[in-house]
Each structure stands twice: as structure tokens, then as C-alpha cells.
């Protein structure tokens, strides 16, 4: 029998586990053969829901759960892990951007991130999806410098995936015949989704598109979408968040497809002349555990000012935690 798995789950109460969960649980992040032990953290006032999701849970009797353990101690839940998805914090109300979070939402990963230096394992893989998950990121990793700080990321393939599906519909292809769809920069309204390399069967997506479509209707609608859902939900997107962290997760596992990358926030080498250590979006390509940013794309004038800007707005967010980090 192969070993399980141990996965920390912040915010495990809240809406996106509410989804995210049973995905983990029916073998959706690391495959149908592969059990997993979910350790799953919340604040003590969530504890009384938190023990419901347990019941549901147990009461789908997922063949690959292992266990499931519910905790307030971020120890417990951080003891013996091979990832740990960073998914509580407050969301955004309308009329709000994501950074208006960071007061609130820093000293989550400021102080869980000294616990996970204390006590996990530095291989974990780290992804945060608390708003603003990169800057979140960047706090984290300042916090706990034991783990390996090329494995503390970011979730950017929820905007990936719109890009995706918002290109599809534009072309009236599926989304399985585009590949390599890019996002650059911050999970923001300043993001980067870039069509510049992407292809449609085979054939590059930018000859099937007016230029006007791609930089003035393709970008602001990716870049926007999360505020749209919440106009329309009155709360966050939850369930395609959730399943974008088991995408995220899943390519970094088990590897993307040939031909193929993904896009996922990382801390920054200086790739494309990004400031080193910033969590930045990039392509990258996932093998045997462990990913690699693209190298070599050119990059045009138009999508270079906007990932200029993106940083610039990273590093500003990065100047506002500096007590933090
Ligand atoms: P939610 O309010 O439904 O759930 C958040 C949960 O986190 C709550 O149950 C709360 O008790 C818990 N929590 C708060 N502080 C905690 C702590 N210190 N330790 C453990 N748990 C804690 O919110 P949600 O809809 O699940 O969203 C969670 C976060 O994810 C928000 O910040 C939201 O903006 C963000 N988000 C990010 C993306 C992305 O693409 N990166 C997408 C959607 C939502
Ligand atoms: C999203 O992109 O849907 C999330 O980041 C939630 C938000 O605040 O937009």
C-alpha cells in the first residue's frame, strides 16, 4: 500500500474548501492511486463547522482519505506534510481590490509562516491562495526561510484557466485544443494574460484574433474577472478557485503536458528582469516534482510595459509589508 500523502488545508471551513476538499479527497490532486491524509486547520470559532465538513467527509467514504484531521494548532496541522495549501484569509467585498486585504490578511502569514519554519518539512510544497496571494507568498517565505523557498508559490491558474476559457468561446474551439497560455505579474487587476505564445490546434491563437480583441476586451476581462463574480455572487468565486488549486497542485505533481506549461506564481530569479524574490506569475514547465520558469520568450513592447507595471505594483505591495518580512 503506498504511503499517504499529508496535506495542510488553512481556512478549511470557509467556502473554497467547501468544494476543494472532496476534489483532494476523490484522488483529483495526486491521482486515483494515491491516498492522502488531510490536516485541516481553522480559527477556534470555526472548529463547530469545521467538524461538519468532517462528517461529510467521512460520509462520502472516499476510498484514497486516509484520515482527516481537524485542528486550531497550525503544529498539528503543519507536522509531517508533503504540501500545504494556504487558502484562509478574509475575501474581498465589492468595491474593494485584493491589496486592500493586506493589513488583515499579512499577519496570517507572517505568524503561520514561522510555525511551518518551525516544524514542516523544507521540501513541502507550498501554494497560497489568501488574498493578495502573492504578496501573501512573499510574507510567508520571508517567515519561514528553513523551507525551500523556490517551493512557496502562488495561485495564478484560476486566471489561467479563464484565459483559457474566455480565448475557447472567442474561437469556438474547446479548451483542450489551446496550449500554452500564459499569465505574467501579480494575481491582480494589473495581470498579464498573454496570447502572444498560445495555440489553437496547433496554430498560434494571435492569427485568429484582432490585436484590439486581445489588449483591449481578452486582457480586462481575465484581469477582472474575479471582481465580476463577486458583483454577480454578492461573495468570491469559491468552487473554480478551489479547483484551480487542485490544477495548480496537480501539474506540479505530477508534471504538465508535453508540448504544454502552466502558469504559476513563483519567487522571481530574475527571469525577464523581474526583482529577484518578488512571487511573480510565469510560465513554467512541471517534471518529476519540481518546475522550471520558461526561458528565452521574446517579449513585445505591450506586454513588457504591462509586466513592468505588475512589478511595480508587487513591489509597492512588497514596501507596505516590510514590518512583515
Ligand atoms: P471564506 O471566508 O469562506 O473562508 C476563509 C476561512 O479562513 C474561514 O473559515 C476562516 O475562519 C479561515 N481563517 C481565517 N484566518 C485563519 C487562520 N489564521 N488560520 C486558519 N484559518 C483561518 O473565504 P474563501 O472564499 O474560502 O476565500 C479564502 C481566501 O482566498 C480569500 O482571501 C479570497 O480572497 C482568496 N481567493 C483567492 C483566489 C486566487 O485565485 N488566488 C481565488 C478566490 C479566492
Ligand atoms: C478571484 O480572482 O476570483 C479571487 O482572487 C477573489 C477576488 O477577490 O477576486
Redesign the pocket.
Known sequence: MTDPVRIAI?????????SMLFRIASGGMYGPNQPVVLQL???P??MG??EAVKMELDDCAFPLLADTICT?D?KTAFTDIDAALF??????GPGME?SD?LKD?GN?FS??GKVLNEVANPEAKIC????P?NTNAYILKANAPNINPRNVT??????HNRAISQLAAKVDCKVTDINKMLIWGN?STTQVPDISYCTVSGKAASGMVDQSWAQEEFIPTVAKR?GAVIAARG????A??GS?VVDHMASWVNGTADGDWTSMSVPSDGSYGITEGLIYSYPVICKGGDYEIVQGLEINDFIAGKMKESENELLEEAEAVKDMT
Open positions: 488553512t481556512g478549511a471551513a470557509g467556502q473554497i474548501c467547501y486547520l481553522e480559527i470559532q470555526a463547522v469545521l486550531s497550525p487558502v484562509g484569509a478574509k475575501p474581498r485584493r486585504l490578511n496570517i505568524s503561520l497560497v491562495v489568501g488574498n496571494a502562488a495561485l495564478t491558474r484560476l486566471d494575481h474575479g461573495s468570491s468565486s469559491a473554480s478557485a484551480a
